[in-house]
């Protein structure tokens, strides 16, 4: 995936996320569990994207 691709997506998220919060109203509880289920979807996607979790696909534990 192209780096331009990367930018411009976690910019689109980050905005994205931003008007959420600026705009809609939510109990603060509500907007820090969003917060990080959109942060925590986006740290895999880019270990996805980087190709780190694919390495890790052939790991076993146990």
Do not use: C, E, Y
């Amino acid at each position: 995936m192209p780096l331009m691709n990367l930018i411009i997506t976690l910019v689109v998220v980050g905005v994205l996320l931003w008007l959420i919060n600026s705009f809609i109203p939510m109990q603060h509880t509500m907007k820090k569990i969003l917060n990080a289920v959109v942060i925590i979807v986006v740290i895999i996607w880019l270990l996805s994207a980087f190709g780190v979790l694919d390495s890790m696909s052939g790991m076993r534990i146990g």
